[in-house]
């Protein structure tokens, strides 16, 4: 007999003993299975749905045709963040509660929850148009899913007790999840158009990924044994879903998420809020107090009316078309205000028209004024060279244009026009004429300018195509700064490890000596060549090596043998002494690199004092010295005194550097950390710009770097404290230019608000 499913005669295929003699524990086991698949995908959805809600509902703000509706939308962005993990939790226990009521023997509550009311025209507006909303999208994926949603019927009826699932009772169906999200968002107290937005983003994002957990569940229980041979094929089902991370367009040969299914940060949703109340108040305040305030004539322009004006004006400024302020180049492309900019627009456009329009729409006076003040920021930022701030000032109407074309460019941080502004600026921080002597940097930046300034008009993917550009420019250049930079911090490492050594080597010599007067031969041995050979193993063998310790031993025998000799003893513990000094003399001499004819000659030098200290010759092949002159040690130059010139590392820095460890500045200077930039004005020396490379671990010294990776200067922890307290050192900004600019805009707008007369505060 063939046990093959045939679609025409649908049937249930008996398990046997697999199933027939099972347990209530392994029917709660398979159910348990399909209730953590349907968990944990749900989960996934419905998370993935919340994330586009205030992307979704900032479009709509944007779009709306007047202030009330725009409010409600915002109301709703906030009401959805408040309320989210509740809806989420309640969705959730109600698909996971129906599924485990399937086990039971009774009806049901599934049953319920797929069904559709009876009556619509008993609801009201509002339930009417839910309803109508969950009955059209839930038909369609029925419909759709119709083949696997089958399969998955006919396997949770085997596990029920061969209690008939179908659609309606299947809590995982498309109509029963529509009902489950429908009394979940009863938690939601938003307009009704918040919630059919939510609608068609639960259609979206929910309903068109069940086919993923359909299969799933078919798979799970296909091997736990439920209808193994019960196959469908899905030809019909292979339709798009959308991606876990959203929408993908294709650009080229690469892939990338488009800034329209981008999630808005919600710090930034919130200045945006903040920013549409300000200008709406600034509006109404500006109109209430205009005497005589004109009609309007005609309609305000259309978005393509305003890109046709600025395109001209643009045209005009990229080829000096336009009169320049007194003292501007003509070459400067000066920033222009939000009022001077609306009213050459209005001219622009009365030119274009026949007839001046005599105001523009509310949402594109909010985007010029934005625009017109973030480029009065960018000239105002102190982060920016002054070079650069002209620079980038050109690109006020190519970026009005952009946020025109797309009002997205605020509210996304990942917005290719917006990224390749932030990431200009952030290079731009660093730059001076002697870190770019080669002009790279500028040119780069100018080349750029240029392009956006003759080339865009309505294509956004200029912006990837720079973006890309520039980011290839920057990361060369990186790479190449990057290798000086390791350079000039092992140079420093070196540095500091040689400073350690020769303070180590000091104060060894002179814990030894003691306070003992040696006479001026031996001194210089110790102090000079002895300190030298010191350090020299300390780097090359370490403090724990036994090279290290025999020099420091070599060191307590000369010291003794320097002591005057008093008596017979005295005289024969020196003579055991000398065979070993030389010895070690000669070959620490050598391993600072003495000439070995200066080696002689000092041995020489010493034999003769030491044959007079015993009061008896001691051999010595070099000719004898006249006792009656004094000694001149053949010691050269080259050695330097390592004791008398390096101070021990107790010693206190000086008064003036002294910073309290509590004081802001201090602070400051501790929460640095490497890649942070910093200006620097000392006096009589002209302002530098350097980042923090690299903090020594062993003296806790900054070093700071230009950008191309060369040394500028390298401060103790007090000697920076000093600087940033008395503002000869700065701290330059981290953040993007975008989001300074943002906050910059917001607490300008709130000045202003509270220096009107009798306005109250935003």
């Given at each position: 007999m063939n046990d093959a499913f045939e679609p025409s005669k649908p049937k249930i295929v008996p398990l046997g003993p697999r199933i027939e003699a099972a347990s209530g524990e392994r029917v709660g086991e398979l159910l348990n299975g399909v209730r953590g698949i349907a968990g944990k995908h749900l989960q996934q959805c419905i998370a993935n749905l919340f994330e586009h809600v205030d992307d979704a509902l900032f479009d709509l703000a944007e779009k709306a045709e007047n202030n009330a509706t725009q409010t409600h939308y915002f109301d709703g962005m906030r009401e959805v963040r408040k309320r989210r993990p509740v809806i989420e939790r309640a969705f959730l226990a109600r698909v996971n509660r129906e599924l485990g009521n399937l086990a039971g023997h009774g009806a049901s509550n599934a049953a319920g929850s797929g069904s559709l009311p009876v009556e619509l025209s008993l609801l009201d507006d509002a339930d009417l148009e839910e309803s109508l909303a969950i009955t059209s999208m839930s038909s369609k994926h029925d419909s759709r899913l119709?083949?696997?949603?089958?399969?998955?019927?006919?396997?949770?009826?085997?596990?029920?007790?061969?209690?008939?699932?179908?659609?309606?009772?299947?809590?995982?169906?498309?109509?029963?999840?529509?009902?489950?999200?429908?009394?979940?968002?009863?938690?939601?107290?938003?307009?009704?158009?918040?919630?059919?937005?939510?609608?068609?983003?639960?259609?979206?994002?929910?309903?068109?990924?069940?086919?993923?957990?359909?299969?799933?569940?078919?798979?799970?229980?296909?091997?736990?044994?439920?209808?193994?041979?019960?196959?469908?094929?899905?030809?019909?089902?292979?339709?798009?879903?959308?991606?876990?991370?959203?929408?993908?367009a294709s650009t080229g040969n690469a892939t990338a998420v488009t800034v329209a299914e981008e999630a808005i940060d919600p710090a930034t949703s919130e200045i945006l809020q903040t920013l549409?109340?300000?200008?709406?108040?600034?509006?109404?305040?500006?109109?209430?107090?205009?005497?005589?305030?004109?009609?309007?004539?005609?309609?305000?322009?259309?978005?393509?009316?305003?890109?046709?004006?600025?395109?001209?004006?643009?045209?005009?400024?990229?080829?000096?078309?336009?009169?320049?302020?007194?003292?501007?180049?003509?070459g400067d492309y000066p920033t222009i205000t939000a009022a001077e900019l609306k009213d050459q627009l209005l001219a622009q456009l009365g030119a274009l028209r026949g007839s001046r329009p005599n105001q523009v729409a509310s949402v594109d006076e909010d985007t010029i004024d934005l625009v017109g003040m973030l480029f009065e920021f960018i000239l105002e930022d102190h982060t920016l060279p002054a070079e650069m701030q002209a620079m980038?000032?050109?690109?006020?109407?190519?970026?009005?244009?952009?946020?025109?074309?797309?009002?997205?460019?605020?509210?996304?941080?990942?917005?290719?026009?917006?990224?390749?502004?932030?990431?200009?600026?952030?290079?731009?921080k660093g730059w001076s004429h002697d870190s770019d002597r080669d002009g790279h940097l500028y040119a780069t930046i100018k080349h750029i300018v240029h392009q956006l300034l003759h080339d865009f008009d309505d294509d956004l993917g200029i912006f990837d195509r720079l973006l890309a550009e520039w980011q290839q420019f920057i990361d060369t250049n990186r790479r190449r700064s990057e290798i000086v930079e390791q350079r000039v911090a092992e140079t420093a490492r070196g540095r500091e490890k040689l400073d350690q050594a020769r303070r180590r080597a000091a104060r060894e010599i002179i814990e030894r000596i003691d306070g003992r007067h040696l006479p001026p031969l031996a001194n210089e041995v110790l102090t000079r060549a002895w300190a030298n050979h010191l350090v020299l193993v300390l780097l090359r063998q370490g403090e724990d090596s036994t090279e290290f310790r025999d020099a420091l031993h070599f060191v307590n025998d000369f010291v003794a043998s320097t002591q005057p000799v008093k008596d017979e003893l005295a005289r024969h513990q020196l003579r055991q002494l000398l065979p070993g000094i030389v010895r070690a003399l000669r070959g620490g001499l050598a391993n600072i690199a003495f000439q070995p004819q200066d080696t002689e000659r000092l041995l020489a030098q010493l034999r003769d004092w030491y044959g007079q200290q015993l009061g008896e010759p001691i051999r010595n092949e070099a000719p004898h010295a006249d006792p009656a002159k004094p000694v001149q040690p053949i010691i050269p130059e080259s050695i330097q005194p390592i004791a008398e010139t390096v101070p021990a590392p107790e010693e206190l820095p000086d008064e003036t550097v002294a910073v309290a460890t509590d004081s802001p500045e201090w602070r400051q200077v501790e929460a640095l950390q490497p890649g942070v930039w910093l200006e620097f004005q000392l006096p009589n020396e002209p302002m530098v710009r350097a980042k923090l490379s690299w903090i020594s671990p062993m003296s806790g010294r900054y070093l700071f770097v230009n950008r191309r990776g060369l040394k500028v200067a390298d401060y103790a922890p007090q000697e920076l404290a000093v600087l940033l307290g008395s503002k000869h050192a700065q701290v330059l900004a981290t953040n993007a230019l975008f989001d300074r600019a943002m906050s910059a805009i917001v607490n300008r707008l709130r000045l202003d608000e509270n220096a009107a007369p009798g306005t109250p505060s935003a």
């Amino acid at each position: 007999m063939n046990d093959a499913f045939e679609p025409s005669k649908p049937k249930i295929v008996p398990l046997g003993p697999r199933i027939e003699a099972a347990s209530g524990e392994r029917v709660g086991e398979l159910l348990n299975g399909v209730r953590g698949i349907a968990g944990k995908h749900l989960q996934q959805c419905i998370a993935n749905l919340f994330e586009h809600v205030d992307d979704a509902l900032f479009d709509l703000a944007e779009k709306a045709e007047n202030n009330a509706t725009q409010t409600h939308y915002f109301d709703g962005m906030r009401e959805v963040r408040k309320r989210r993990p509740v809806i989420e939790r309640a969705f959730l226990a109600r698909v996971n509660r129906e599924l485990g009521n399937l086990a039971g023997h009774g009806a049901s509550n599934a049953a319920g929850s797929g069904s559709l009311p009876v009556e619509l025209s008993l609801l009201d507006d509002a339930d009417l148009e839910e309803s109508l909303a969950i009955t059209s999208m839930s038909s369609k994926h029925d419909s759709r899913l119709a083949r696997v949603l089958y399969s998955v019927n006919q396997r949770l009826s085997v596990i029920c007790g061969g209690r008939k699932i179908e659609d309606a009772s299947n809590p995982m169906a498309p109509g029963a999840l529509s009902q489950s999200f429908r009394i979940a968002l009863k938690e939601l107290n938003a307009d009704l158009r918040v919630k059919l937005l939510i609608y068609k983003l639960f259609d979206r994002y929910v309903l068109s990924a069940l086919e993923e957990l359909y299969a799933e569940t078919n798979e799970q229980l296909s091997r736990a044994g439920v209808l193994p041979q019960l196959h469908l094929h899905h030809a019909g089902n292979a339709e798009h879903k959308p991606s876990a991370t959203g929408t993908r367009a294709s650009t080229g040969n690469a892939t990338a998420v488009t800034v329209a299914e981008e999630a808005i940060d919600p710090a930034t949703s919130e200045i945006l809020q903040t920013l549409h109340s300000l200008f709406v108040a600034r509006r109404g305040n500006a109109r209430g107090n205009a005497a005589g305030v004109t009609e309007p004539s005609g309609p305000p322009p259309s978005a393509n009316e305003l890109l046709g004006a600025l395109s001209l004006l643009q045209t005009q400024f990229a080829t000096g078309g336009v009169a320049h302020p007194a003292g501007a180049e003509a070459g400067d492309y000066p920033t222009i205000t939000a009022a001077e900019l609306k009213d050459q627009l209005l001219a622009q456009l009365g030119a274009l028209r026949g007839s001046r329009p005599n105001q523009v729409a509310s949402v594109d006076e909010d985007t010029i004024d934005l625009v017109g003040m973030l480029f009065e920021f960018i000239l105002e930022d102190h982060t920016l060279p002054a070079e650069m701030q002209a620079m980038l000032a050109r690109l006020q109407i190519p970026y009005l244009k952009a946020a025109i074309i797309d009002r997205k460019l605020f509210s996304h941080r990942q917005h290719p026009a917006r990224r390749l502004l932030d990431a200009m600026a952030e290079q731009a921080k660093g730059w001076s004429h002697d870190s770019d002597r080669d002009g790279h940097l500028y040119a780069t930046i100018k080349h750029i300018v240029h392009q956006l300034l003759h080339d865009f008009d309505d294509d956004l993917g200029i912006f990837d195509r720079l973006l890309a550009e520039w980011q290839q420019f920057i990361d060369t250049n990186r790479r190449r700064s990057e290798i000086v930079e390791q350079r000039v911090a092992e140079t420093a490492r070196g540095r500091e490890k040689l400073d350690q050594a020769r303070r180590r080597a000091a104060r060894e010599i002179i814990e030894r000596i003691d306070g003992r007067h040696l006479p001026p031969l031996a001194n210089e041995v110790l102090t000079r060549a002895w300190a030298n050979h010191l350090v020299l193993v300390l780097l090359r063998q370490g403090e724990d090596s036994t090279e290290f310790r025999d020099a420091l031993h070599f060191v307590n025998d000369f010291v003794a043998s320097t002591q005057p000799v008093k008596d017979e003893l005295a005289r024969h513990q020196l003579r055991q002494l000398l065979p070993g000094i030389v010895r070690a003399l000669r070959g620490g001499l050598a391993n600072i690199a003495f000439q070995p004819q200066d080696t002689e000659r000092l041995l020489a030098q010493l034999r003769d004092w030491y044959g007079q200290q015993l009061g008896e010759p001691i051999r010595n092949e070099a000719p004898h010295a006249d006792p009656a002159k004094p000694v001149q040690p053949i010691i050269p130059e080259s050695i330097q005194p390592i004791a008398e010139t390096v101070p021990a590392p107790e010693e206190l820095p000086d008064e003036t550097v002294a910073v309290a460890t509590d004081s802001p500045e201090w602070r400051q200077v501790e929460a640095l950390q490497p890649g942070v930039w910093l200006e620097f004005q000392l006096p009589n020396e002209p302002m530098v710009r350097a980042k923090l490379s690299w903090i020594s671990p062993m003296s806790g010294r900054y070093l700071f770097v230009n950008r191309r990776g060369l040394k500028v200067a390298d401060y103790a922890p007090q000697e920076l404290a000093v600087l940033l307290g008395s503002k000869h050192a700065q701290v330059l900004a981290t953040n993007a230019l975008f989001d300074r600019a943002m906050s910059a805009i917001v607490n300008r707008l709130r000045l202003d608000e509270n220096a009107a007369p009798g306005t109250p505060s935003a």
